[in-house]
């Protein structure tokens, strides 16, 4: 569950960016993904794209690729827009 909140929310910050850019589509988006954990499981790279890839149909991002770079910590951020 926490996986769609978490690209819910990274998807939402994206197109936000684009709308105050003025920008016609996102081609990618990439983050850093630290070790988060939701009821004793992880967060994969797996999961949190394969979720993003469903609901990022019908909006500005439905071409855009999840790069996800994995680092130590229990955090996500955002690092690029394209």
């Known amino acids: 569950m ?3 909140l978490l690209a819910k929310e ?4 994206a197109i936000d960016y ?3 850019n003025k920008l016609a589509s ?4 990439m983050i850093e993904l630290g070790q988060i ?14 979720v993003f890839n ?5 909006t500005i991002a439905n ?7 994995k680092v130590s910590g229990s955090h996500w951020k955002l690092i690029s827009i394209k």
């Open 2 to 4: 926490h996986d769609l």
């Open 10 to 13: 990274m998807l939402e910050i």
């Open 18 to 20: 684009a709308k105050k």
């Open 26 to 29: 996102l081609t990618e988006i």
């Open 37 to 50: 954990e939701d009821h004793a499981e992880d967060i994969t790279s797996q999961n949190l794209k394969s």
């Open 54 to 58: 469903l609901i990022k149909t019908d």
């Open 63 to 69: 071409k855009a690729k999840l790069k996800i770079k």
